[in-house]
């Protein structure tokens, strides 16, 4: 069997598709026949793209979920130096 370093890539409308099979009642072990996909990427995407139900009712996928802890920190990082330069510019 050979093995490549790179592997292939899918785009993000690809593994949605997957997904969305999967979760439509296929077997992994179907899709990773049929695309030539290897099961241990569809598990992946299928955690990827499962929507995490939150209780106002909406639902965020973890991907989403991700991003999101990212733009908090910036704006915290952000806000934290907006508060030191206005207490510069109070003082002057």
Avoid: C
Avoid at 37 to 60: C, D, M, Q, R, T
């Amino acid at each position: 069997m050979k093995h490549r370093k790179n592997g292939k890539r899918y785009n993000d409308d690809f593994r949605k598709m997957i997904v969305e099979l999967y979760h439509s009642g296929q077997s992994v072990r179907d899709l990773s026949g049929e695309y030539g996909v290897s099961e241990v990427s569809i598990y992946a995407w299928i955690k990827k793209f499962y929507p995490i139900e939150l209780k106002n009712g909406s639902s965020v996928t973890s991907d989403d979920y991700v991003k999101l802890q990212k733009q908090m920190l910036k704006l915290q990082q952000e806000n934290e130096i907006l508060k030191k330069a206005m207490a510069i510019f109070a003082k002057k």
